[in-house]
């Protein structure tokens, strides 16, 4: 009997925000692999099943595991909380198995990623485009982050910064982020975001704490055109340029 893989996002932790897709493909799963703080927050779908849970860094066993075990005809459920493809585990699985050439079906099930569940708390501060850039120093090195930033701070473009686990890299991010836009810009910063302790501040880029934020925390800075108003992080789209406003 041939298995499958199922590499799921289950969006940033309360159940509210699961995907129908999402729940299906674990509970008709036969093992659920993942990291041990995901199976904790999707642990009411995890009845009679063979769960592998994983400490950070054991991504790659995880992979491994996942493709070997649907070999044996298992049906195996990969999560990640927000998306799969976003800093999560799809790319990985789906590397490894072209290394491979690996034959067993993989599905990926998209879920609500941390940047889209920070904007709602926000308000729209992603309402233009935006570019998404991870500043954990793990696999990429600190020169190529701040290359990144700074093309993107060019280009204006709102940025959600995920994973700020390096606090010298994150102030140096910020400084790059305030030469080329000056401190007053507006900043979103959201811990746990629909999760027990969520915090949510705006702020602007002169008055960060970078020592208040962790791998639980999204930072949203805003463009040239971001303005709060009433407690909302707004970046307009764009239709003032072609409609009369009252």
Known sequence: MAGEVYVVGFGPGSPRLRTPE???AIRSADVVIGYRTYIELISDLLDGKEVISAGMREELRRARAAIELAREGRRVAVVSDGDPEVFGMAPLVLELASRLDEQVPIRVVPGVTAALAAGALL???????FAVVNLSP???PPDAILQRVRLAAAGDFVLALY?????RLL???LEVLRRARGGGTPVGIVKDAYRAGQRVVITTLDHVDASSVDMRTIIIVGNSETYVWRGFMITPRGYHRKYAYP
């Open 22 to 24: 999402a729940v299906e």
């Open 123 to 129: 308000g729209a501060p992603l309402g233009s485009d």
């Open 138 to 140: 793990l696999l990429t």
């Open 163 to 167: 994973n700020p686990v390096d606090g």
């Open 171 to 173: 102030r140096e991010v």
